[in-house]
Antibody, heavy 122, light 112 residues
Framework: QLQLQESGPGLVKPSETLSLTCTVS??????????WIWIRQPPGKGLECVGR???????YYSPSLNSRITLSLDASENQFSLRLSSLTAADTAVYYC??????????????WGQGTMVTVSS | DIVMTQTPLSSPVTLGQPASISCRSS???????????LSWLQQRPGQPPRLLIY???KRFSGVPERFSGSGAGTDFTLKISRVEAEDVGVYYC?????????FGQGTKLEIK
């Protein structure tokens, strides 16, 4: 059973850079049928997909964050990561990593991590 | 970006009664491969979202038969045939036909 687990700091200062890692266990991150996603959810609000990366390292970023976000993938560690720069209070959210089963499979987010709360505050 | 609009935003339902949630997209979700990548997810309080329905009407593994999805193009519906107490939570539609992938605002299902 594949599982995802987010890790990273719970509190970061405004203007700093957030780094989060998602560790994949129970399966390979290099399976070409799947993509790896970061989603965030501000307190009491809805869900926003911030970016996607595939096994080859190809990335797609939300246009609203495109200039501040970088996703990367480390196949040797079976992990993928998010870096978000120039943080403001508006970036305060629960950050989830998830698996996108590709269009030849479910074509949806079939496995989610438990989420990690990130607060941007001085 | 594709805008996903859900109605209602809140749905008080009596246990054992049906419930229905609508989702409308600002553009067709029909992909060039002939599939429509519209999903429904459930988020129980304090938990991550969980996939219920994918490709409009296919139930994900382990999802009870009382959940069903339908629709095409830009209009989609999630139905719960008989609401149980464990169904309380927020339901989101999600499209992955077009990037950036987008969610509806969420519909809160609560028991009357």
């Amino acid at each position: 059973q594949l599982q995802l687990q987010e890790s990273g700091p719970g509190l970061v200062k405004p203007s700093e850079t957030l780094s989060l890692t998602c560790t994949v266990s129970g399966g390979s991150i290099t399976n070409s049928d799947y993509y790896w996603i970061w989603i965030r959810q501000p307190p009491g609000k809805g869900l926003e997909c911030v970016g996607r990366i595939d096994y080859s390292g190809t990335t797609y970023y939300s246009p609203s964050l495109n200039s501040r976000i970088t996703l990367s993938l480390d196949a040797s560690e079976n992990q993928f990561s998010l870096r978000l720069s120039s943080l403001t209070a508006a970036d305060t959210a629960v950050y989830y990593c998830a698996r996108l089963a590709g269009w030849s499979v479910e074509g949806s987010f079939d496995i989610w991590g438990q989420g990690t709360m990130v607060t941007v505050s001085s | 970006d594709i805008v996903m609009t859900q109605t209602p935003l809140s749905s008080p339902v009596t246990l054992g009664q049906p419930a229905s949630i609508s989702c409308r997209s600002s553009q067709s979700l029909l992909n060039s491969d002939g599939n429509t990548y519209l999903s429904w997810l459930q988020q129980r309080p304090g938990q991550p979202p969980r996939l219920l329905i994918y490709k409009v009407s296919k139930r994900f593994s382990g999802v009870p038969e009382r959940f069903s999805g339908s629709g095409a193009g830009t209009d989609f519906t999630l139905k719960i045939s008989r609401v149980e107490a464990e169904d309380v939570g927020v339901y989101y539609c999600l499209q992955v036909t077009h990037f950036p992938f987008t969610f509806g605002q969420g519909t809160k299902l609560e028991i009357k």
